[in-house]
């Protein structure tokens, strides 16, 4: 239970950059010098890291929606093995991990796996590969009801950012927050999509297009920027990190996104 | 002509198939017969629309490519939105096509099919239709020669205008005019006819089964009868009406007919006496002439009239010998179905001679009746059947008398009516005809024969009831000569009673499943329709059965009309060959059988029609002028177009509608876009715009109890208030003289005394209690003593009244002190003060001493004190009353603090 409690040593100081945590800022420096520093800690013991991972209705496309096409990964599949890959790096260095999956049709997340070793992991991991990384695998998992709602140290988001549930609330309970923005290459770029086609949204908005609409004027790509950039500009304001990964991203890419993550950690 | 298959679609003219098929190998009449037009309703019109619709709808919807589900069209905001917000989904083929078929099956049911449109379509061409008026007036202008010659005139004029049709008041049927010739042959041969018309609902049926037409002409004259109820405006927005006018002389009207007919005749008499009204239109000179009747015929009778000068009417009166119609032979059988022709023949001149015969049902023809019975002494009050003999002669029957049967008895078909009175031991055979058992074995087998019926009575209570039996079951049961072996045991009446059902007799009279009341019971030989009533009680007035001398007869002919051997009493007066008043009710109808339409045929001409009288000329139709060259200008116009207006109202407000719903949508995608993650919220926003606020408003009125006083207003009273205050208070009270519903929906109430609160037990009312505990503020203007405050007290808040602090003077610090105005205190009277009862944290009943009211009211005056208030002093109170009633101690609530401050300041 000591481990529960986290010592902070003081680790070093900076100069305050716009962005950074204002709970860092040392506020008896600043009475001294006028400048605003950051005192940055070190937890001596574990962080507290839980990661949300979108595998809801819309982070199921593209597989089995497109006829036509095969050997496509879904959304779910790229945002399970990315938080999977989290949770055991977190794992790995003493944190304390909470997996909290946003199943299908659901609007607020009250299950949560929590991993006690890097075996549960690597089992689980194994697991959602052999059923490929079905939805429907996860409600057979030993799972544990997260009504906590103490804050944690860091939050991850993995997802479209389409789904019903609000991704900043939830990455506003974390001190630091990653937000892990996990598009479909079919999404990013429209190529493939026909002129005479329809193309729509199974929301509540039920927006509807036909293809020449959106390849006219390059209007989709001009839209689909505003919104990452939305998206970014939001985490920003949190103080968060931001980043767009599809399944053609690059592993290299990923790992040293998550080495820059360590880094800022510790 | 060729036949053509048309439909109707709303105002559009649809032509399906080949345009012009040559049938030359089928005959006209046949192809006539092929032709129909189909006029569909308006509901047909929409379902067809709608059909339509929905088909256009499915093609864009199937002719749509793929629709391919793409998750970030979420966040897609494009100008142009291509295609609208809702989604069609393709329907399942199946049940797509199962709508359509049902939408044309429901087309299909409301078409109705039309016959006998012999105009074909041509749309170029002019409909004319000419309705040819035969009625029986028109024989008073002009003679049925010269009326075909004006029709076949006027259609010569006509045929080069348009195609031209023609139906007359004989029947619905519509002809096509080819020539003048076909006409003037079919009206020649048609003539006129004796029931009378009503223009309007001829032409009405004529049209529905026409079609559309653009022109109408009747050909009429201008008889006020078949005018009557024809309101043709009501044609004029589909077509012209025109009028070929064929009145004549229209000064000179003598015309004489039947204006009423009585049957004379007394029961039982020899004669057949009548009694004619015979009338005429003009009064002036004296006319006479004669009178004759006739019968199939035969001239009956004959007899001279005159009408006296000045006189509108005479009565004639004629009588024959009953025997020329009854069953001397002289008439043949049936004649009782063929009428009696009356026939008047004036000296002078007549318009209208259709009206001069008129027929009437042959009344009082006698039918005969075999009375067997034994006479059982000298005097009539010992002949058991004397009463029965007198009963059936008074309802015109010819009764005549057999003592006893000789030998097997007449042959049945001399009597279509017996009855046979028996049972005094003296054997069947005697009254009993062994004739009738005869002929119904003869006719058991073969053809059906209609045999007498057959009344079989006692001739008193102590009869012998198994000679009846044994009579009974020789006319319906036995065939040869043998006593059933059941007839043996019948011994008594009651006996009988019981045997009689179980033979399948039917019972007639007395209760159901109590025999013992039955008056008879009536048996049937099925073969030979040979029907039995077996009177269980004898056919006389005796105490025995409590039949007396003035029931019997009216019991008799009650039985008779139920058999069907005496006509029932509507039926005798003449009925069956009416006046008919209208052709189209009688004439027209197409399920008449064919002795019914010789009836109507050889009807009566209605007196409507014999008066002769015009109809005024402007409520007729414009004349035909029957100059060739007649200018088609002078018609009047018909609507040519339809009035466009309420189409451009249905389609603004549809414009309208659509609208308000794209804004509507569109500012709920704004909303839900902008709060798309909070839909609850997003809801409420929306739902807040259409919410309008309402006003908030400070008024209130005074709601007295029990002052009863008419006229009690408050003008000043409310100026100053609503001057001194934002409260607006009404001038007029509200006032009530009991606790009803609606005063107990008021925040205050004033009363005089509380007798009207109070119940029989010195207790408050619970309504008033409820009332109170509810919030409500009682104001009390009387000086109470302290036993009632004490029992007010001790219902509302018991605890402080049996403290004795219940009732208490208010403080100086009250907030009725200083709501509104600071006042240093209360005005007291005659030593009495404010008293106040707080309860729930609030005033809940104030006790005024005197009545502030009645010095604030208008043209009010100060209230009897010894030093009683200004009119400032009570303003002011009433003000700070007006404020605690609506808001009580509001200046506790700490929101009104910086606005007091401010004040205070």
């Known amino acids: 239970m000591a481990l529960m409690r986290p010592s902070r040593l003081p680790e070093s100081s900076r100069a305050y950059t716009p962005g950074d945590p204002i709970n860092l800022i040392d506020w008896k420096a600043y009475a001294r010098t006028d400048h605003l520093l950051l005192r940055e800690t070190r937890d001596e013991a574990t962080a507290r890291v839980r990661i949300f991972f979108d595998i809801g209705e819309s982070m199921q496309w593209p597989r089995e929606h497109l006829d036509g096409m095969t050997g496509l990964t879904s959304k779910a599949e790229v945002a399970s093995r990315c938080a999977l890959n989290l949770a055991y790096a977190h794992h790995r260095l003493g944190d304390l991990v909470e997996l909290w999956p946003v199943l299908p049709g659901q609007l607020q997340t009250d299950q949560v796996f929590r991993p006690r070793s890097g075996s549960d992991i690597l089992s689980l991991y194994d697991r959602l590969l052999q059923t490929g990384f079905a939805a429907e695998e996860w409600p057979s998992l030993p799972m544990s009801m997260g009504a906590s709602e103490r804050d944690v140290d860091q939050v991850y988001w993995l997802g479209d950012a389409l789904g019903p549930l609000d991704y900043l609330a939830s990455l506003r309970k974390g001190r630091l927050s990653v937000m892990v923005h996990v598009l479909s290459s079919l999404e990013l770029g429209i190529d493939w999509i026909e002129q005479n086609d329809c193309y729509f949204d199974t929301s509540q908005m039920l927006k509807e297009y036909q293809g020449f609409a959106l390849l006219s004027d390059d209007a989709y790509q001009k839209r689909l920027r505003k919104w990452q950039s939305h998206i970014a500009d939001n985490l920003a304001k949190l103080g968060g990190e931001y980043i767009l990964v599809s399944e053609q991203s690059s592993v290299a890419q990923w790992h040293q996104f998550i080495g820059s993550l360590s880094l800022k950690l510790r | ?905």
């Open chain 2, 1 to 905: 002509m060729a036949p053509i298959y048309r439909f109707f679609v709303a105002k559009a003219q649809i032509v399906v198939g080949p345009a012009y098929p040559k049938f030359s190998f089928i005959e006209r009449n046949k192809v006539e017969s092929l032709n129909f037009l189909i006029d569909p309703s308006l509901p047909a019109a929409y379902v067809a629309a709608l059909s339509g619709v929905a088909g256009l709808i499915w093609w864009l919807i199937r002719k749509r490519q793929k629709r391919i589900w793409l998750p970030t069209m979420r966040i897609m905001t494009l100008e142009s939105r291509i295609l609208p917000r809702l989604v069609f989904r393709p329907p399942p083929i199946m049940s797509f096509l199962c709508f359509i078929f049902l939408a044309l099956l429901m087309l299909f049911f409301s078409l109705k099919p039309r016959t006998q449109i012999l105009t074909p379509f041509e749309p170029n061409q002019k409909r004319i239709h000419l309705f040819v008026d035969l009625s029986p007036s028109l024989s008073a202008h002009l003679s049925i020669e010269d009326y075909a010659e004006r029709l076949s005139q006027l259609i010569a004029a006509l045929g080069q205008v348009g195609r031209l049709t023609y139906s007359t008041s004989y029947s619905p049927d519509i002809y096509d005019s080819t020539s003048g010739d076909d006409l003037r042959a079919r009206i020649v041969s048609l003539g006129y006819h004796r029931s009378g018309i009503k223009l309007g609902n001829a032409i009405k049926k004529t049209i529905e089964s026409l079609g559309e037409v653009d022109r109408l002409i009747v050909a009429s004259d201008r008889d006020q009868h078949s005018w009557t109820g024809f309101y043709w405006r009501y044609l004029l927005d589909d077509m012209d009406v025109m009028m070929l006018d064929l009145s004549q002389d229209t000064s000179i009207r003598d015309n004489y007919y039947f204006s009423e007919l009585r049957f004379a005749s007394v029961a039982n008499s020899q004669t057949m006496d009548w009694e004619v009204d015979i009338a005429r239109n003009s009064v002036s000179a004296p006319a006479s002439g004669e009178l004759v009747v006739l019968h199939q015929g035969q001239e009956l009778a004959r007899t001279s009239w005159t009408i006296a000068a000045e006189k509108s009417r005479t009565t004639a009166r004629l009588s024959w010998p009953a025997h020329l119609l009854g069953n001397s032979g002289a008439v043949q059988a049936g004649s009782a179905q063929s009428p009696l022709l009356f026939r008047i023949r004036p000296e002078a001149s007549d318009r209208l001679s259709a009206d001069n015969e008129f027929r009437v049902m042959a009344q009082g023809i006698r039918q005969d009746i075999l009375l067997i019975a034994d006479t059982n002494g000298e005097r009539p009050l010992e002949d058991p059947a004397k009463q029965l003999a007198i009963s059936l002669e008074i309802q015109g029957f010819r009764v005549k008398r057999m003592d006893f049967v000789e030998g097997a008895g007449p042959t049945p078909a001399a009597f279509p009516f017996w009855v046979l009175v028996g049972g005094m031991g003296s054997g069947v055979d005697r009254f009993c005809p062994k004739s009738l058992q005869n002929a119904r074995n003869a006719v058991r087998d073969s053809v059906k024969a209609s045999l007498p019926k057959v009344w079989l009575a006692p001739y008193s209570v102590d009869a012998d009831y198994r000679e009846l039996c044994q009579c009974y079951a020789r006319l319906l049961k036995v065939s040869d000569n043998s006593t059933p072996e059941y007839c043996e045991h019948v011994g008594s009446r009651s006996q009988w009673l019981t045997l009689l059902p179980s033979l399948g007799a039917k019972q007639l009279g007395g209760e159901i499943g109590d025999a013992s009341a039955a008056l008879a019971f009536r048996g049937r030989h099925e073969a030979s329709k040979l029907e039995v009533l077996a009177f269980t009680v004898p056919l006389m007035p005796i105490p025995g059965t409590s039949l007396n001398h003035a029931q019997f007869p009216i019991l008799i002919r009650d039985i008779l009309q139920w058999q069907g051997q005496l006509a029932a009493a509507s039926n005798l007066n003449g009925a069956g060959w009416p006046r008919s008043e209208d052709a189209t009710q009688t004439l027209w109808q197409p399920s008449l059988v064919a002795e019914a339409r010789t009836r109507i045929i050889e009807s009566n001409v209605p007196i409507a029609e014999s008066l002769l009288a015009d109809t005024d000329g402007p409520d007729l139709p414009p004349r035909w002028t029957s100059s060739l060259d007649s200018d088609s200008r002078s018609f009047p116009l018909k609507k040519d177009r339809e009035d466009p207006l309420p189409w451009l109202k249905l389609i603004a407000i549809l414009v309208a509608s659509v609208t308000i719903l794209e804004a509507v949508a569109w500012m709920w995608g704004l909303f839900s876009q902008r709060f798309a993650r909070r839909a609850q919220l997003s809801v409420v926003i929306f739902a807040a715009v259409f919410v309008a606020p309402k006003s908030a408003q400070a008024k209130v009125a005074l709601s007295l109890l029990g002052y009863d006083q008419a006229g009690l207003t408050f003008d000043s009273l409310a100026r100053e208030v609503a001057q001194r205050t934002s409260i607006e208070l009404f001038a007029k009270p509200e006032q009530f003289n009991r606790l009803t519903l609606e005063a107990q929906s008021q925040p205050w109430l004033w009363v005089k005394s509380l007798g009207l609160l109070m119940g029989s037990d010195a207790k408050l009312n619970p309504d008033a209690l409820v009332w109170l505990r509810r919030g409500g503020f009682l104001i009390v203007e009387a000086a109470l003593s302290d036993v009632q405050l004490k029992q007010l007290a001790v219902q509302l808040a018991p605890e402080a009244a049996v403290a004795g602090t219940a009732f208490e003077p208010l403080p100086p610090d009250h907030e009725l002190l200083r709501s509104f105005y600071l006042l240093d205190a209360l005005p007291p009277c005659n030593d009495q003060i404010w008293r106040g009862l707080r309860w729930d944290g609030r005033l809940a009943i104030l006790i005024i001493p005197y009545g502030l009211l009645e010095s604030l009211k208008d043209g009010g005056h100060p209230p009897v004190c010894p030093n009683p208030p200004d009119e400032e002093r009570s303003l002011r109170v009433f003000v700070n009353l007006v404020m605690v009633a609506l808001a009580t101690d509001y200046k506790k609530d700490q929101i009104h603090l910086p606005e007091i401050l401010k004040r205070l300041r």
